[in-house]
């Protein structure tokens, strides 16, 4: 799975959107964009994923650049709840045989939001 | 909603002792996984399995046995519990791939063990 690199540390003020990136430049053409984030001592929350469109559920959106080598997570309106560690993970979707593959985290972006 | 529970939050074991964590998920999934995270180290595999009596080692299976018996539940056993096993472990569950476009997984809330 490609490599990802993120930046340390956000902050981001409360009813403002957040805007996190995440560079990929080595990925791969079936290689998909996962979001999740881990909030203190709580297990991981899948946030969205992407290929090559931009997408948006309830939670959020990404926008995945034209060449893929990059992608940002928004997060329309920050809330306080919303403070968490983010992952931005790429990873091969298989598509046959038997279906598994492990989540590689790294280190992820801390977001803090604060009133 | 996906919900994956897990049978306890905080668990606090002696070295030697037999563990079993236990894992429950609501989304008929095929897949499940157990991993550990420590800091600094991320989330590591410890096994995962995608079908009933299934099962694959993943990246840290030494220690670890699993157990899956029936579809919703994945159980994780420390056979004899040493102390460089404690850790926050987490378990998740994904469709498998021929009966849905992702195998996104979710986790539960984690079980932090102490191993003393």
């Known amino acids: 799975d490609a490599k990802t690199t993120q930046p340390p540390s956000m902050d981001c003020a409360e009813g403002r959107a957040a805007n996190l990136p995440c560079n990929h430049s080595?990925?791969?053409?079936?290689?998909?964009v996962y979001w999740y984030r881990q909030i203190h001592s709580q297990g991981p929350q899948y946030i969205i994923h992407?290929?090559?469109n931009n997408e948006t559920n309830e939670m959020a959106s990404l926008i995945i650049t034209e060449d893929r080598k990059s992608s940002t997570l928004i997060l329309p309106h920050a809330t306080l709840r919303d403070t968490a560690v983010y992952y931005c993970?790429?990873?091969?979707?298989?598509?046959?045989?038997?279906?598994?593959?492990?989540?590689?985290f790294g280190q992820g972006t801390i977001l803090t939001v604060h009133p | 909603d996906v919900k994956v529970t897990q049978s306890s939050r905080y668990l606090v074991k002696r070295t030697g002792e037999k563990v079993f964590l236990e894992c429950v998920q609501d989304?008929?999934?095929?897949?499940m996984f157990w991993y550990r995270q420590d800091p600094g180290l991320g989330l590591r595999l410890i096994y995962f399995?995608?079908?009933?009596?299934?099962?694959e080692k993943g990246d840290i299976p030494e220690g670890y046995s699993v157990s899956r018996e029936k579809k919703e539940r994945f159980s994780l056993i420390l056979e004899s519990a040493s102390t460089n096993q404690t850790s926050m472990y987490l378990c998740?569950?994904?469709?498998?791939?021929?009966?849905?476009?992702?195998?996104?997984?979710?986790f539960g809330p984690g079980t932090r063990l102490t191993v003393l």
């Open positions: 998740a569950s994904s469709f498998h791939l021929a009966a849905s476009s992702t195998d996104t997984q979710y």
């Open positions: 080595t990925i791969s053409g079936n290689e998909y």
């Open positions: 992407g290929l090559k």
């Open positions: 993970i790429v990873r091969v979707v298989y598509a046959g045989g038997t279906s598994y593959g492990k989540l590689t």
């Open positions: 989304m008929d999934h095929e897949n």
């Open positions: 399995s995608y079908d009933v009596k299934m099962k």
